[in-house]
């Protein structure tokens, strides 16, 4: 059997604190292929963050991190920085809550657009630049070439989210490591974005990482789900399986503790059921 795209195998992250070790993450595995979203699931502090970071090898200078990540066959648990540049981008995308963090203030969309596909890609400006306005129509703006020359404050939140989603796309990453996308978004401009986020899924076929407290947004979205508590993974499924029947009492509370579940989930089987028939 060949080996998943994303491999996470006992990942451990820890920080030398004033009272001793403190373990953030604590030896956690598990594998993300193309084309699958997996949701890692859990309360504010659980080791979600940290977990992603590790993937692309941007942990705090404190943090002390111990495992193995593979990526598409290479081991990256210890790639020299210049390296790891090369892989951040081109192999795993990442969007993260607010796109102002990642989108560079001062240049237009169409300069950070084409800037990867120029450095990772090879492209020719021209090229990179129709590259950049396609993968803008792909994610739902359709004035392209108003957009492209644009600064970040010029847009709303909900497009400056899709931005990010298209320059992250336009690389097209084997994964792509969504970090509580649409915690900032009104809940219509939220709706958006991770149907957009499952259609990209099927359409770029990147696999998705996808960091959230927010089960309602698991059960929209998620393939499989793997449920987080401090630090540790408590249990892991197929969405189906960990939403319908939650083995573990802190996965039935959060559970319980929201009431949109149930519509969630009847309503995204309702649309699989429709395209299948
Ligand atoms: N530099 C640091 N030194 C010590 N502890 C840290 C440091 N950075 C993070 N932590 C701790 O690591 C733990 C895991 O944090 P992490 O950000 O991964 O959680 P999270 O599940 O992503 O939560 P949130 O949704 O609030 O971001 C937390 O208890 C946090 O306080």
Do not use: W
């Amino acid at each position: 059997m060949s080996e998943p795209y994303l491999s996470v195998r006992d990942l451990t992250v820890s920080f030398q604190t004033s009272s001793g070790v403190f373990t953030a993450v604590e030896n956690i595995s598990f594998d993300l292929e193309k084309g699958e979203i997996l949701a890692l699931v859990g309360e504010s502090g659980s080791g979600k963050s940290m977990t992603s970071l590790s993937i692309l090898r941007l942990l705090p200078e404190a943090a002390r991190m111990t495992g193995t990540i593979r990526i598409d066959g290479q081991d990256i648990s210890a790639l020299p920085r210049r390296a790891m540049e090369d892989v951040r981008g081109a192999k795993i995308g990442m969007i993260f809550q607010e796109p102002m963090t990642s989108l560079n203030p001062v240049l237009t969309i169409a300069r950070q657009m084409t800037e990867g596909l120029l450095r990772h890609k090879g492209m020719k400006r021209h090229t990179a630049f129709e590259t950049a306005r396609t993968c803008l129509e792909d994610v739902g703006i359709s004035e392209s070439g108003r957009v492209l020359a644009q600064y970040p404050h010029q847009l709303s939140g909900g497009m400056r989210q899709r931005v990010m989603i298209a320059a992250a796309l336009a690389l097209r990453p084997g994964v792509l490591i969504a970090d509580e996308p649409t915690t900032a978004l009104d809940v219509t401009v939220q709706a958006q974005v991770l149907d957009l986020l499952v259609d990209l899924k099927s359409r770029y076929g990147s696999g998705i990482l996808l960091i959230t407290h927010d089960i309602g947004v698991v059960a929209e979205t998620a393939d499989r789900v793997a449920v987080m508590r401090g630090g540790r993974i408590l249990e892991t499924g197929t969405a189906e399986t960990v939403l319908g029947s939650p083995r573990h009492d802190y996965t039935k509370a959060l559970l319980s503790s929201h009431l949109t579940v149930e519509k969630a989930m009847r309503e995204r089987y309702n649309r699989i059921k429709a395209i299948a028939t």
